[in-house]
């Protein structure tokens, strides 16, 4: 059993006086490990990450995000950053470091006349949605309503509204930072552009980001929902999503999937979101209704927010996961065949495979426009496997690796940084495509020290 206590990086115990003096200042919560709460605030939603922080800070305000920045740094203490919690590889927790957690900041603010939405960074995606909502606006986030917006974003962020409007980062106006200094300062296309640049993408490297300022859209009804099929038709169904998808609209982002019903059938099918008007909607999903014989077809006009909760059940809490994520060069019969022979040999139900198609808004920046550098109109297939026993752990772990590794030849080499759990040789290189040799000259001017290191890492350039 781990047995954790605040601990500086050489493995010293932090003196029980600093921390006494910590707290006293300190306007949010500070969880000890012999304090109520803090079991809770240390369990996250995959269960499979099992983590014991000597120090968790739950964040009131920015000047709390400070304080516990300065104390981490005087302490020299290992550090991670929480906001929703919802990253697979678990990079919000620690052991025996602190956990500088926002999740009591979540408070959301919209302005309908110049369609902008404030954002604390400990708000989910539940949260901007509810408040948007109400003034018939969106913000492009990503799909599970229980995600902090702070990582999805820092990630990219890709969503139901991605074809249409882009990622999370091509609707961010600003960002309020804490660096690895404790300075509080703003980051946009005006004020250190540079930052704004490698926050666009570039995970936690650079600081602490407490708010953010998006762009919102008209956006309130969509027609969407989930398309389901028999497993045994899932060659067809996937290769007519796969032609279906090159004609169809912006407004339509539909992805397709190897899944299994809550009863636990084998299934395939597609999820989608059309958010342009209603009538028209009806007329460019006809025939992808009209294919085949589904075994369910829900999709219906429905609120936006309830289309950001349809796959909640799909990823519940103290499930345990293990996620990968690759582009490939095309989605021809071969990879078509190779996902549907590896899911016959899943032996988890709610094991997924995922294909993503993101042609469209996203596809018209520019590689170098932001830190998130993979702009090509490719599809992206998560493998994500989920199950409840740990005893199977590395079963369904070896399953995961086997696709994975198989994919290779088909493989760009790129994935999307918020869906892998773990890490392999020069990761932070490939995640970041031609864009790392200059994030690793923003670190060096943001972060030298490297004081923010559990994240897609990018060392400092020397």
Not at 88 to 101: E, F, K, N, P, Q
């Amino acid at each position: 059993m781990h047995l954790a206590t605040l601990k500086q990086r050489d493995g010293k115990h932090v003196d029980s006086a600093a921390i006494s003096a910590f707290r006293s200042d300190f306007k949010g919560h500070v969880l000890l490990p012999a304090d109520e709460g803090y079991e809770a605030a240390r369990t996250i939603w995959n269960a499979s990450i099992d983590k014991h922080p000597g120090l968790i800070a739950r964040c009131a305000s920015a000047s709390d995000v400070i304080r516990a920045v300065k104390f981490a740094r005087t302490n020299d203490l290992l550090v991670a950053v929480k906001s929703g919690g919802h990253n697979v590889a678990g990079r919000s927790l620690c052991d025996d470091g602190i956990v500088i957690d926002l999740s009591l900041m979540k408070r959301v603010s919209v302005d309908p006349e110049t369609r902008t939405v404030h954002v604390q960074g400990g708000a989910l995606l539940a949260d901007i949605d509810r408040e948007t909502h109400l003034h018939g606006l969106a913000v492009p986030t990503g799909v599970v309503s229980r995600t902090g917006i702070a990582g999805l974003t820092l990630g990219g962020g890709v969503g139901f509204l991605v074809r249409k409007y882009g990622m999370t980062i091509d609707n961010l106006l600003s960002c309020e930072v804490v660096t690895a200094n404790g300075d509080l300062i703003t980051a946009s296309a005006d004020s250190n552009a540079d930052l704004f640049w490698g926050l666009r993408g570039g995970g936690g490297n650079f600081g602490i980001v407490t708010s953010f300022v998006f762009r919102a859209h008209p956006v309130k009804t969509v027609l969407g929902g989930l398309l389901l099929y028999p497993r045994a038709d899932a060659r067809a169904v996937l290769r007519h999503y796969r032609e279906f998808m090159k004609t169809a609209p912006e407004e339509l982002t539909a992805y397709a999937g190897l899944l299994s019903t809550p009863d636990a059938v084998p299934v395939v099918g597609m999820i989608v979101c059309y958010c342009g008007e209603l009538a028209e909607g009806e007329r460019v999903l006809a025939p992808m209704r009209q294919f085949g014989t589904p075994v369910f077809d829900g999709i219906e006009p429905m609120p936006f927010p309830v289309m950001q909760s349809l796959v909640e059940q799909s990823f519940p809490d103290k499930s345990y996961n293990y996620w990968k994520s690759t582009f490939v060069k095309a989605f021809d019969d071969d990879v078509i065949d190779l996902l549907i022979d590896h899911m016959e040999r899943s032996t988890s139900p709610l094991t997924a495979v995922i294909v993503e198609y993101y042609a469209g808004a996203p596809t018209r920046v520019g590689h170098a426009q932001t830190a998130f550098a993979h702009r090509d109109p490719l599809y992206n297939i998560n493998l994500s496997a989920q199950w409840l026993d740990p005893a199977h752990s590395d079963q369904h772990i070896g399953w995961t690796r086997t696709l994975f590794d198989a994919l290779r030849p088909q493989s760009t080499g790129a994935y999307l940084p918020n869906f892998f759990s773990d890490e392999v040789p020069d990761q932070a290189k490939v995640a970041f495509g031609g864009n790392y040799a200059r994030l690793a000259e923003l670190k060096a001017k943001y972060d030298p020290t490297n004081f923010f290191s559990l994240n897609q890492n990018i060392k400092p350039m020397r």
